[in-house]
């Protein structure tokens, strides 16, 4: 309990401290890999000071060189430390428009050159995805929650089309990541972080080159099936509308 109280003012500060110097390196380094460096570093701090161990299962080895189209089920805040820290490729997130809002950490995520989609806007949406797929044409990795927004219910929820259109018209391979764990350490509309351990779950990359329209909804059943597999869900319903 000692830990999970002294995680709230670390996590204040560590934002804090680390979105000021996120927008400094900003203005000198205009492609945000300084700023991705500096969310690992955020993200670990994060973990350790409440006692959160992270343990990673690759299945198979990615090839830090290409990119790929990261899918991942989402249920706490922690999840975004946990890709940060877990994953050793260069990502971006796709997040909701409402982050870059935030003043001075929303600033830190464009310096970052984070990617931002406003899902009630379908125009603005198809170009956040047209500027994912020129970062992944580029050789950048992308990192999206195809739920939408976090479990309320800590079941899998049905995914949502964007990125499996953003993953088929790049022709990159999708990687389906289960997240376990995260959901009792920080559940959603709690301040506290308690000690835990998460777990990502990386499975192996599933094709999309050579894939059709027609093909879609398969793909996201089957990328959905990945990961509740990896939860140890049955299958449900894969497709958000």
């Known amino acids: 309990m000692i830990r999970a109280v002294l995680a709230l003012p670390s996590f204040?500060?560590?934002?804090?401290?680390g979105s000021m110097l996120a927008v400094l390196l900003g203005i000198f380094d205009k492609t945000?890999?300084?700023?991705?460096?500096?969310?690992?570093?955020?993200?670990?701090?994060?973990l350790v000071v409440p006692g959160v161990k992270l343990e990673v299962n690759m299945r198979v080895p990615l090839d830090p060189k290409r990119p790929y189209v990261f899918m991942a089920n989402h249920a706490s805040m922690v999840d975004i430390w946990a890709m940060f820290v877990g994953l050793p490729v260069r990502f971006?997130?796709?997040a909701k428009k409402q982050l870059s809002r935030i003043p001075l950490f929303g600033w830190a995520m464009r310096a970052g050159r984070f990617i931002f989609i406003d899902r009630q806007n379908a125009a603005a949406a198809r170009r956040s995805i047209q500027e994912a797929a020129r970062r992944i044409e580029c050789g950048q990795s992308v990192i999206i929650f195809p739920e939408g927004t976090r479990t309320r219910d800590g079941k899998l929820a049905p995914f949502k089309k964007g990125g499996f259109?953003?993953?088929?018209?790049?022709?990159?391979?999708?990687v389906p990541v289960a997240i376990i764990g995260s959901r009792p350490?920080?559940?959603?509309?709690?301040?506290?972080?308690?000690?835990?351990?998460?777990?990502?779950?990386?499975g192996e990359p599933i094709a999309?080159?050579?894939?059709?329209?027609?093909?879609?909804?398969a793909l996201i059943a089957r990328v959905h099936g990945e990961v509740?597999?990896?939860?140890?869900?049955a299958p449900g319903p894969e497709l958000n509308k």
Not at 33 to 42: I, N
Not at 165 to 174: F, N
Not at 208 to 217: F, H, N, Q
């Open 185 to 202: 350490i920080m559940p959603r509309g709690s301040a506290l972080i308690r000690r835990g351990v998460v777990r990502l779950e990386v």
């Open 12 to 17: 204040v500060v560590a934002t804090l401290l």
């Open 92 to 94: 971006r997130f796709i």
């Open 228 to 233: 509740a597999a990896m939860l140890g869900e």
């Open 165 to 174: 259109h953003l993953a088929m018209d790049s022709g990159v391979e999708i």
């Open 32 to 46: 945000g890999d300084s700023v991705l460096a500096l969310a690992r570093l955020w993200a670990r701090v994060l």
């Open 208 to 217: 999309t080159a050579g894939l059709r329209t027609a093909d879609r909804e």
